[in-house]
């Protein structure tokens, strides 16, 4: 067969479909303007639960917003950074996870995401992570002190142990202006 080769969004949002049940339990780790939890939001279903979470006030209002026009009742908008969310997510798994590296767009392009920060919060949504649930990371870099993260991340996830994780990287290599790039970490037991 012929492969279609998805846009980077488009992509991020099939992995999320193939393994997101309704009544799932789910993270979104960087809300920004909501699109992503929107998606969670109806992949779960009311019986499900989505975590959602950003440092900045502009983006849970954005996200606030944006889940009020679709009605959406399922989501806990969490105003804290994603390297806290064992104090938030206890005891339950996780199917799906989802990371969009970066800065807000049209917002504060100075406060970005973190080597630290966020290889701390994929270690921890491993802990949670359910067989076959994935952490979906949408990596933008182009920006100062994209690359660096960029290096951090692809570091830890080739690092992490092809028995226990898969790990998939998705990637148009002929395309000006580093665009995004996918990783994909499934568990596999
Ligand atoms: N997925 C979003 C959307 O659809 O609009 C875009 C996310 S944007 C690329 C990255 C977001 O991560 C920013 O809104 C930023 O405030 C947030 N962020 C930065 N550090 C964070 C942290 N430690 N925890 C949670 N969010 C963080």
Redesign the pocket.
Known sequence: GVINMKAIIPFSHQLLEEVVREGDSVI??????????LKLSKLVGDTGKVYA????KE?IE?TKGLLADHQINNVNLIH????HVASYVKEQLISAA?F??????K?DHS????PD??IK?IRSMLSLLTTKGRIVL?I?HGHKGGTTEKNHVLNFCTELDQKQYQVLQYQFINQINNPPFVIAIEKLK
């Open positions: 979104d780790a960087t809300c920004g303007n909501g699109n992503d939890t979470f950003d440092i900045q983006a954005q804290d950074g994603h390297e989802i969009n590296l970066g800065y807000l767009p917002g406060i970005i995401t973190t920060t966020t919060a949408v933008y």
